[in-house]
């Protein structure tokens, strides 16, 4: 199923519903995903998400000359769907690609969300056709330091919703006043018209409702330019028409998964259905997500061997291109089951891999341990 475009409006002398060759066009993709290309035509993809986890729908191909990744969220950072093809930073410094000027700088991840990677989130201001253009990510409130580095801002992106699931009212407020009150754009809201997921994320009316100068734009796409239009604005963009709602055969996977989980709750009794569950979730994806957790009922269940097969079976097929976590947690997972197999030696190209693409803390750790104890 995918969602219809809306006609395009015109607001104003800086937003444009439409390309225009000498400004910087800003595409809303969806969640906390944007494009922003320069006035040469080079495009900066910000955040792309995971297709088969929490926000019901799928992220569409899009193209881009970098990725920039402000946390290593599932919900933030799919920077594999371009495989080596495209450069990914996620790390704060300064980046200079074709006619953009990026700079990452240190943040914070909101409370109590990212203790499993310490909480690391980049803040990407990007600079192109005179416009700077903020996206903060899953930043908490602005520290003054923050504030300082990023300094006056044209446009800035940050969560808002109705649940203040990321920033509450009064954040937003002192963050929209430490920049330079620009032009803002919401997002990290659930979004209308899918499957009312993620069912902790807010819609972002509620939040609106309280804001002066609201534009809903009526379309995923906008050029703005330098000019700056008088009052304070802000402005909601569609989601990219190219969105779509799950398959019915993944919105299965996760029902049978979440089914799982509840049997389990019954202890003993509800193991071997628990199991069987999570065996037909595995069969109804290919998302490595449920591989992963079939291989570990199986080996729960006393039956290395066919967990090593599922294990090996579903990192060869995600070929790079699938959830990075889970991918690494795969392979955690296979390490574990090589070394109780005293396949070492197989255990630790595994947990090579690990230290060189993890940034989950726990994940680094258990290799780290695997190292320190040869």
């Known amino acids: 199923m995918r969602r219809l475009a809306r006609p395009a409006l015109i607001f104003g002398l800086v ?3 439409a390309w225009a060759s000498a400004d910087v066009g800003v595409e809303y993709v969806g969640h906390a995903s944007f494009v922003i290309e320069s006035p040469s035509g080079q495009r900066v993809v910000i955040d792309p998400f995971n297709s088969n986890r929490w926000l019901g729908y799928a992220y569409p191909e899009v193209a881009g000359d970098v990725v920039l990744v402000s946390h290593p969220h599932y919900d933030h950072d799919a920077s594999y769907y371009w495989g080596d093809s495209v450069p990914v930073f996620r790390e704060p410094g300064r980046y200079q690609v074709g006619d953009f000027s990026i700079t990452g700088f ?6 109590p969300y990212g203790k499993d990677f310490e909480r690391k989130n980049t803040i990407w201001v990007i600079e192109t056709g005179g416009l700077r ?7 908490g409130p602005l ?3 923050q ?3 990023i300094g006056r801002v044209d446009v800035l992106m940050l969560p808002a919703d109705g649940d203040d699931h990321i920033l509450k009212p009064h954040e937003i407020a002192a963050a929209r006043e430490a920049t330079g009150d620009p032009l803002v754009i919401p997002m990290h809201y659930r979004l209308e018209g899918f499957l009312g997921l993620p069912d902790s994320l807010g819609l972002v009316d509620p939040w609106l409702e309280t804001q002066d100068g609201v534009v809903k734009l009526g379309s995923h796409r906008a050029t703005l330019s330098s000019e700056r239009s008088p009052g304070r604005r802000v402005v909601v963009f569609e989601p990219s028409p190219a969105l779509e709602v799950w398959s019915d055969d993944l ?5 049978k998964l979440d089914a799982a989980r509840d049997a389990m709750e019954d202890g003993p009794n509800g193991a071997e259905r628990a199991g069987a569950l999570v065996a037909e979730a595995a069969a ?3 998302s490595i997500v449920f591989s992963f957790q079939y291989a570990r009922a199986l080996s729960r269940a006393g039956k290395d061997g066919d967990a090593v097969a599922v294990l090996e079976s579903a990192i060869a097929r995600s070929a790079g291109q699938d959830d990075w976590e889970y991918v690494l947690r795969a392979r955690a997972l296979l390490a574990a089951l090589y070394v109780k197999a005293g396949e070492r030696d197989a255990a630790a190209s595994q947990f090579r ?15 780290q341990a695997f190292f320190a104890g040869r």
């Open 15 to 17: 937003l444009q519903a």
């Open 106 to 111: 240190e943040g914070r991840h909101a409370d």
């Open 133 to 139: 253009i903020a996206h903060l990510g899953d930043n």
């Open 143 to 145: 520290s003054e330091a």
């Open 147 to 149: 504030a300082r580095g």
């Open 251 to 255: 919105q299965a996977a996760w029902a």
């Open 284 to 286: 109804s994806s290919s």
């Open 353 to 367: 891999i690990i230290l060189q693409n993890a940034h989950r803390t726990e994940l680094t750790e258990q290799a």
